[in-house]
């Protein structure tokens, strides 16, 4: 389960256009780690936004124990 502030989808590029969580979400790999798919999200918002945030960002990842 992905939690995060509305900062995320948000999120807009130079041509205005918001940030498409789940696009990005689908080009992760299903074999990433936690941590692992959080970075790639993250790298993903930033490449978007060309590192332009202009709202405060979390995104937190549960994932269930086996």
Known sequence: ???????VIEARNRDNDFFSLSEAME??????????????????LIRHTEGHLADDVAMILVDRLA
């Not at 389960?1 to 900062?7: A, E, V």
């Not at 080009?27 to 993903?44: K, N, R, V, W």
């Open 27 to 44: 080009s992760i790999g299903a074999d990433t780690t936690p941590p692992e798919f959080l970075e790639q999200l993250h790298q993903a």
């Open 1 to 7: 389960m992905l939690l995060y502030t509305d900062g």
